[in-house]
């Protein structure tokens, strides 16, 4: 059974940082691209960053550019998504995803968690 759980939301002020987590079980990680997406109230999800499990390319929305960072430990199937410098609008519910591809397209990708709220107070 595919399974991703994310975790490290929480409340921060701006300014301030989260890391978040993506554990990843029941398919060949080291095959796929994790995405992080998120989705604001009344907004549609968008694609925050993405990394190939196989040679480590990192992609980044022009949003997020110098704040946050990808990073994956293909030894714990696990991708992190630091995030510094946070202001109100990142704000939202984050979800991880896998896919063989790619993309930050939120309907290309195959599995998703069930998600993680990032609130940042100002």
């Known amino acids: 059974e595919v399974q991703l759980v994310e975790s490290g939301g929480g409340l921060v002020q701006a300014g301030g940082s989260l890391r978040l987590s993506c554990a990843a079980s029941?398919?060949?990680?080291?095959?796929?691209?994790i995405g992080w997406f998120r989705q604001a109230p009344g907004k549609e999800r968008e694609g925050v960053s993405c990394?190939?499990?196989?040679?480590?390319?990192?992609y980044y929305a022009d949003s997020v550019k110098g704040r946050f960072t990808i990073s994956s430990d293909n030894a714990k199937n696990t991708v992190y998504l630091q995030m510094n410098s946070l202001k109100p609008e990142d704000t939202a519910v984050y979800y991880c995803?896998?896919?063989?591809?790619?993309?930050?397209?939120?309907?290309?990708?195959?599995?998703w968690g069930q998600g993680t709220q990032v609130t940042v107070s100002s």
């Open positions: 029941g398919f060949s990680f080291d095959d796929y691209v």
């Open positions: 990394i190939s499990s196989s040679d480590g390319s990192t």
């Open positions: 995803a896998a896919d063989l591809i790619a993309t930050m397209i939120p309907y290309e990708y195959d599995y």
